[in-house]
DNA sequence: AACGTTCTTGTAAACGTTTACGAAGACACT
DNA sequence: AGTGTCTTCGTAAACGTTTACAAGAACGTT
């Protein structure tokens, strides 16, 4: 059945006495008489045969995969992003290519201009940092990309988004309606995508609510793990004493509730916590922790769908696609009756 | 600088008046004069020139891909792993392709047969059931393969796997020296490679240590899931009063945690907990919980190397690489005094 | 019986590289 | 000046497919 030895067109042509060209036709399902096809099948069944992919890749001009690049695989929520992904791409018939890049702006433009060698037929990027340069290099790309994140206004490519205001909004109306007033937050960097616009988000919502917004209820984390909330879960209760917590991440968030636990504060009894992306982590935890879904496989699905869609047609318009958020109530952010 | 078209050698040949030949040496670095190598280079800067991809591979007749297939993407120590891999296997330039499988063997065979279509040069495989034909594809496989997790006696290829009885072993010792008695186990499905080990590990070491190992302290979740783990830690806790449990998993920990908690049980005090795999989630929780290192993330570093190392040369002798465990005591297993 | 269609099949070119081979030039040595 | 060696460069073949094109066979139509 399956043969050691690499097999070829020309061996499966010879073996069953016709061209290579009826053989290519028969296997790809073309028109072909019932003999011809008959005699192929077999020869092919017998060699084990089966098509060489960078072969079919130069003459057809496609790979048949799509590259994958996300700044932070540690994160929970790109992992559940990618599985999301993985699945719609490998449904449509094309592999997964994942480049994990490093946080910075240069790795990102030279995986962008690797893409050009035309190792994947497209590419989907989630950018932690939107940079000129990096914008530079997305729009001179010969191939389609789809960005996950907020772009710049202007900016002409498809790409799809969370609503990380709206969502922040949810949290904060959630425990202001619990009696909550000094809501803190626990925020990643903020010169990224994702901790700019939480921070927005928080500034936002606070205010149209005529919360108080002193700087010692805000500290931002290094970066989005759960070392860099545990720090800064720290100094925040350092320096305030807040009734609930909002955390750019459900990492962050369970990084603060160690450290309520360590302080002897109750969560939710001393402190309600809110935490953000609603991954598989915050209903592991005990309590479990409320979160803002902010749509990760949906915008998974979605970013997939889109690039998939622009490879079948390249002049379809470009579409920006914003995912509404929701609130998953869970255990850290009601006080039980 | 970079160019909407795309370019090839020709072009790029054409522009500096020299052969085709002459800019393939020269790009590849490869003996050339001062004169050419200027023209050259400043003709394929001009033009934004990248050399195909798949052109080069067909003709060198290497991908520069790793496959890698993993059945269960959802666990956060494939994800560990996963991250490992990809991070060995780009720095020797290679790129990664990820295929996550199902659960059944079908789909790995469906994909080692697809392997065979030379869209990678090696795979990296971790299946969670062995199953004869399976072996029987992996024989046949024409491409180098590294297992990840144990394989029958005989079947000589590369691999590498944990010691997960000398690991149960650490994992009661340490209950046992903490005078825990009864020792319940919430294992994964049995019929799985990781699950049969486990098990195996444990009537060991329960055995050796002449504990007690009534029926009642053994049950089996379904799958490695936390859902799964809350249904099995639920019937054990309904069919005895254990003093210390381990599971398979840290995702069955934690959802045994939970359990725990629900019933008021306190851990470690009325309970003494251990994990497996040591990942991040264990000491995410509060209280952390001791876990078995059962060195995943060597694994996956050996494994990587394993596969690099065949690829290079195709007659090296078989490896099959053992990890040893390490025990990672944390809060749930020791009660503080 | 000649003609036009339609269907089937083979021949050959093409995709964009790398590289074996040979020609020509540069250089040193006798 | 003739010979040999070394280096540099261009020509062309090759990697394994897909597919445009043409040739022939089969068939119905007039």
Redesign the interface.
Known sequence: ??????STLVLVAERAGVSIASVSRVLNGLPASEQISAKVKAAAQEL?Y??????R??KVGR?E?IALAVAD??N?VY?AM??EI??VV?DAGY??????TGNDAEDQIALL??L????ADGMILSPLRVTEPLIA?LR???LPIVVIGSLPEGVELDSVRADSVAGMGLAIKHLAKQGRQRIAFVNGPVDTVPGAARLRGYVTAMDKRGLPMHGDLQVNADDFT?AAGLVAAEALLDQSAPDAIVCAND?LA??T??VL?RRGLSVPGDVALIGMDDT??A????PSITSVNLGSVKRAREAAKLLIRRLADPDAPVKQVVIAPKLTIRESSVIPH
Do not use: H
């Open positions: 059945m399956a043969e050691a030895k690499k084990g089966v098509a060489d992919a960078t072969a890749s130069l790979t995969q695989v540690g929970p992992v990618m599985n993985s699945r490998t592999r997964l290519v994942t480049s994990s201009s690797s050009n060698r035309g190792y290099e001179a790309s010969r759960f990492l369970v990084a509730m160690k636990a598989e982590i209903e592991l935890v005990t």
